[in-house]
């Protein structure tokens, strides 16, 4: 099963945290994907398999990272270069979980910043997580310069412009391949990811890179 496969990968990467051998309080493991529900799927399946295994899972996902409405959709709601520029807060994932959760920080993050649905800030207070513990965060162009250094074990999902319309839809859908396109070209992701999937059906995935199998079950 290639959730196990996944969380076996970052438990072994943990168990160094606790003995004193690795940097940092928690290994940060990223699941890059162009629609928001894949990413969320595989994350949620590698954090199933990590409980399962009785580690310390810290769950993070990006819809709870975004940036207000005014920003985002600023240019429109079709407009992908502001997709690509103003999405998501990866400063804020950077400063409030993934530097603190990496080598020399506090051990404590947020588990989320900003109401997708309500469009404000959410209240949560800081968490301290314990040595060894385990970062799992979905969501979209993690590769890029902001927070790519800041993660451990990243798992990219490869996904045609077909299989995002079928999957989003109109306007949703046009913005976001413009703004996978700008990532593709200015980051180039799947050669840096841990683990490709292809992922044009997520109930037979494809495994591209990484020495996990194939399968989900």
Known sequence: MLAGRLADRALGAAAALREGTG?????????????????????????????????????VRARDWLRPRSVRLAAGPRDAATAWTSEVDHLG??????????????GTWLPALWDEAAD??????????????????????????????????????LVSD???????????????????????????PAPRADVVLRAEDLRRPALVLGDAPSAWA
Do not use: K, M, Q
Request: aromatic residues 4%; charged residues 25%.
């Open 93 to 106: 994932l950077l400063r409030e979980v993934l530097d603190p959760l990496g080598p020399g920080g506090a």
């Open 162 to 188: 077909a299989a995002v319309h079928r999957r989003l839809g109109g306007d949703a859908a046009v913005r976001r391949t413009g703004a996978w396109a700008i990532y593709r070209e200015e980051t180039d």
């Open 120 to 157: 404000r800030a959410v209240r949560a207070p800081r968490r301290t997580a314990p040595v060894g513990s385990v970062l799992v965060l979905d969501g979209p162009y993690l590769l890029r310069w902001e927070t790519a250094d800041a993660l451990d074990l990243v798992v990219h999902l």
């Open 23 to 59: 940097g940092g309080t928690a290994v940060r493991l990223g699941v890059d994907a162009a629609v928001p529900a894949d990413g969320e799927h595989v994350a949620d399946a590698v954090a199933a398999a990590l409980d399962a295994r009785g580690a310390a899972v810290l769950r």
